[in-house]
C-alpha cells in the first residue's frame, strides 16, 4: 500500500463543500422538494467538475460535465419553459388558507 499524504489544499475543501452539498441535493430528491434539489445536485456537481480539474482525472471531468449540463438544462427548462410562478403562488395561496 502506497501512503499519500491527505491535501489540505483548496482542493480538499471545495470537494467536502460539493459532496455536503450532493448529499443535500439527494435528501432534497427524497423528501420531492422539487426544484431545490435541482440546484444543490447542479452546485455539488460542479464543484467536484472544478476538482476534477485540478486532478486532471478525466473521468471525473466527463461524468460531471455531462451531470452539469443535464442539470442546468433541468433548471432552465423549469424557470423558462414552465409556469414556475404561478405553482409557487398557488402554494402560498394555500398556506394562507
Known amino acids: 500500500m502506497v501512503y ?3 491535501s ?4 480538499w475543501y471545495i470537494k467536502w463543500f ?3 452539498v450532493l448529499i443535500f441535493g439527494a435528501l ?3 423528501m420531492n422538494l422539487y426544484p431545490y434539489n435541482m440546484y444543490f445536485q ?3 456537481i ?3 467538475l472544478i476538482v476534477g480539474a485540478m486532478w486532471k482525472d478525466w473521468s471525473l471531468i466527463v461524468v460531471n460535465v ?4 443535464i442539470m442546468f438544462i433541468g433548471i432552465i427548462h423549469y424557470h423558462f419553459y414552465t409556469n ?3 405553482k409557487i403562488y398557488e402554494t402560498y395561496i394555500e398556506v394562507m388558507l
Open 4 to 6: 499519500s499524504p491527505i
Open 8 to 11: 489540505t489544499g483548496l482542493d
Open 18 to 20: 460539493a459532496s455536503i
Open 28 to 30: 432534497t430528491t427524497a
Open 42 to 44: 447542479f452546485i455539488g
Open 46 to 48: 460542479t464543484g467536484w
Open 66 to 69: 455531462v451531470g452539469s449540463i
Open 84 to 86: 414556475w410562478y404561478l
